[in-house]
């Protein structure tokens, strides 16, 4: 090799890495040597640290809840099912006989545009095979097998048999690089605050701490910071991770997006009503 020439950032991770780390602590801290180095940026060391933490972390930590699943019962008509189906803007859809702990089969929602009239519909000629998967299944294993099976949906059950939720093969990405359905978008949005489909407020860190505290009827200092993040990053005094939950007088803060360095979004449950007022201002 060329003396004059620069060691490529393969080459230099390389290095980093033959120091052999005995354990998991180690390796993430020759990691984080690299990105100190700025052998690799911020989003890449996310990246890595999310996969490294799904061998850690298990489906019911970040599976749909049984009761929030959006389920098609097998006997509903087609007109009933087309609106359902629009409303909710999934591509797949649980199809269950009668009760949740019954599911038939998975429906997909490009199917549809095949059916061209409700004359002899039987919604059991449409159902794709359910895949179901215990609780207990980590995600580095669970998105081995999506990507070998090429399903995209899995029936989480709990011990007994009975449904306990449903996951996706984009929850566990997201699990490792991010929000991939809209939180970037968000982020390119002048609103700083929007009302979630799970009925919880997405905030921007960069939100000012006076226009926080006129949609969530709080009361937070502005004198020594002047956004959300900057709140959150005194209290804690570090840039706290990714699904990390920080509760500040009792406003329960949970983190969607951050990397190593900033803090981009966050999840603000809703206020008790108070006067009747229970919403903030979008």
């Not at 080459?11 to 052998?39: G, V």
């Not at 599976?63 to 189906?85: F, N, T």
């Not at 002899?120 to 070998?148: C, H, Q, Y």
Request: hydrophobic letters at 40%.
């Amino acid at each position: 090799m060329d003396p004059d020439s620069k060691p490529s950032f393969i080459e230099r991770l390389t290095s980093l890495l033959l120091r052999e780390p005995e354990d998991r602590e180690q390796l993430l801290e020759i990691l984080h040597s690299a990105y100190e180095r700025n052998l690799m940026d911020a989003d890449a060391l996310t990246i890595i640290e999310g996969a490294l933490a799904a061998s850690d972390t298990r489906v019911t930590d970040v599976m749909i809840p049984r009761a929030q699943m959006d389920v098609i019962d097998v006997d509903d008509p087609l007109a009933e099912i087309v609106p359902i189906v629009i409303e909710a803007a999934h591509s797949r859809f649980p199809v269950i006989d009668g009760d949740r702990d019954n599911v038939l089969g998975i429906l997909l929602a490009k199917d549809l545009l095949r059916i061209h009239t409700e004359e002899n519909f039987d919604l059991r000629d449409w159902l794709r095979p359910a895949v179901f998967i215990p609780e207990s299944k980590r995600l580095n294993v669970l998105l081995r097998e999506f990507r070998v099976s090429r399903n995209h949906m899995a029936i989480v059950v709990n011990e007994y048999g009975g449904v306990a939720g449903l996951v996706t093969i984009e929850d566990v990405l997201e699990q490792i690089v991010g929000d991939i359905e809209d939180e970037y978008d968000f982020d390119e949005t002048h609103d700083n605050v929007r009302l979630d489909a799970s009925g919880r407020y997405r905030v921007k860190a960069r939100t000012e701490i006076e226009d926080f505290n006129e949609a969530f009827a709080t009361t937070f200092s502005d004198e020594e910071f002047d956004t959300v993040g900057g709140l959150i990053l005194r209290h804690l005094g570090r840039v706290p991770k990714r699904n990390e939950v920080v509760d500040i007088d009792g406003v329960r803060f949970q983190v969607l997006r951050a990397d190593s360095r900033r803090l981009y979004t966050l999840l603000v449950d809703p206020p008790k009503p108070a006067n009747g007022v229970d919403q903030p201002a979008a």
